[in-house]
């Protein structure tokens, strides 16, 4: 994934990027928020968008500074948000990116939302917004060797300003003089600005890769084997033999157990993976929201695993792939069940309880989820659609009618979760007899998108039979 201009984006996103910016002017900023929030999820490389949400979010929170108590607040680390992008790295680090940002809507300087970002943004290839977010990083721990190194090797590789990646580590190495890695740091950085410029000017406007423009390819492959989330199976293999060895002389580096678990779970190697995660939770360390769903996230993963060994002809296939998944349903929902209890005020937890509980066919208590999921502004839309849906499976049409009028009307951008709204509409209608509503539903479809499932089928014939 590259990063883009905003002529590279189509039509109707660049409309709402130009509203969100009006917004932000008339200091509209939850909708200037809500508006970038949407060109993002549908084209998550436009840095001149993430820039312009970023402004918006430090203006609502009032400024962008980095003082004492801005900081102690940026630093907390451990909410069930931030738990739950570093767990979406490891499948969708484009997911990851998304929950971040949520987090930063409201706390536009926590760092661990931050560090997601440039994770997320290294994975996806995006590296001016990896910058982004590690200068703010550096303003809120700016005596961090390692991170000023880091923001200033990321300045360089972007394109940026590599001047001035290396005044702050000369700056740093004034207040530390005789560090040893501040002064290779800064030796690289200067060595790295004499390189071909050409191999910098492809990264302006968000084209090519940290790869191409690294001069030692050696370097390049290793670092990406260390920080690609995603890891070759080959690659995957030798850490776990790395990480094996060092943890005979390292027993205590929990950081280490924690690589190794992921590592294990990757390779399908459940048992390890869950006793090394176990080994986490009995220690000072394991009162952690992450770890609790990693561990859970293992167990899910095991149990579809499970299934993916049954064999297909085997007489009782059907009778196992159902038991397995009956334990797999029963056990997301006692594992949610126990973070809602914890964590009663997440809307999104509830949001995922209500959703485990629709999968069940428990259709009454999904509707108690869905209806306090809509206090969440970036879950309000989906919980709405489910909410209807719910509605729907317990024959309460007018209901789900109803509560699917409303979330069309607030929903502005007509992409497929809005199409899903207005499908929904028309099958209720379907539903309760009403042939002429239920086709101008499916008409409004079909006049954008006549791939959409069976829009097509349902317009002709509907014509045929006039």
Do not use: W
């Not at 009307?409 to 979760?417: M, R, W």
């Amino acid at each position: 994934m590259a990063e883009k201009s905003i002529n590279d984006i189509p039509r109707d996103l660049r409309a709402l990027f130009t509203k969100g910016n009006e917004a932000a002017q008339r200091e509209n900023f939850d909708y200037a928020i809500a508006l970038f929030n949407q060109v993002l999820e549908k084209e998550p490389g436009l840095f001149e968008c993430r820039k312009a949400l970023r402004e918006t979010q430090f203006r609502k929170a009032g400024g962008g500074g980095s003082g004492f108590f801005k900081r102690m607040l940026s630093g907390a680390g451990s909410s069930p948000q931030v738990a739950k992008a570093k767990l979406a790295m490891s499948k969708n680090p484009a997911e990851a990116l998304t929950i971040a940002e949520e987090i930063l809507n409201g706390d536009p300087n926590n760092s661990a939302a931050h560090r997601v970002i440039v994770d997320a943004a290294r994975a996806l290839d995006l590296p001016r917004t990896g910058v982004l977010s590690l200068e703010t990083l550096l303003k809120n721990s700016p005596k961090d060797r390692g991170l000023a190194i880091e923001f200033a090797e990321a300045l360089t590789v972007s394109g940026g300003d590599a001047g001035r990646g290396e005044q702050i580590l000369s700056d740093l190495l004034r207040t530390r003089p005789g560090d040893g890695e501040l002064s290779k740091a800064l030796k690289n950085l200067s060595a790295r600005k004499t390189m071909d410029k050409g191999g910098y000017s492809s990264l302006e406007g968000g084209q090519g890769s940290f790869r191409d423009i690294l001069k030692n390819k050696q370097e390049a492959v290793s670092l990406e084997q260390e920080k690609r989330v995603v890891k070759a199976e080959d690659v995957a293999e030798r850490l776990i033999g790395e990480y094996e060895a060092r943890l005979q002389t390292e027993p205590n580096n929990l950081k280490l157990v924690r690589s190794l678990a992921e590592l294990y779970t990757q390779k399908k190697q459940f048992d390890r993976a869950l006793e090394l995660y176990d080994r986490i939770k009995n220690s000072p360390m394991g009162n952690d929201p992450s770890l609790e769903r990693a561990i859970a996230e293992t167990v899910v993963r095991q149990f579809d695993y499970r299934s993916e060994q049954l064999d297909a002809s085997a007489p009782d296939y059907a009778e196992q792939s159902a038991k397995i998944q009956a334990e797999k349903v029963n056990f997301q929902i006692s594992e949610c069940q126990k973070r809602v209890e914890k964590y009663p005020t997440d809307l999104a937890i509830r949001f995922e309880m209500g959703v485990l509980y629709f999968q069940a066919d428990k259709f009454g208590e999904a509707i108690a989820e869905f209806q306090k999921a809509q206090g969440n502004p970036h879950k309000r839309i989906a919980a709405m659609n489910y909410l209807a849906r719910s509605f729907a499976k317990r024959k309460m049409f007018d209901l789900a009618a109803r509560t699917l009028q409303n979330a069309i009307k607030e929903k502005t951008l007509f992409d497929d979760e809005k199409k899903d709204l207005i499908y929904n509409l028309g099958s209720v209608f379907e539903s309760m007899s009403k042939k002429d509503e239920a086709i101008e539903q499916f008409k409004q479809i079909y006049e954008m998108d006549a791939a959409y499932k069976d829009v097509a089928a349902k317009v002709e014939a509907f014509y045929a039979g006039q």
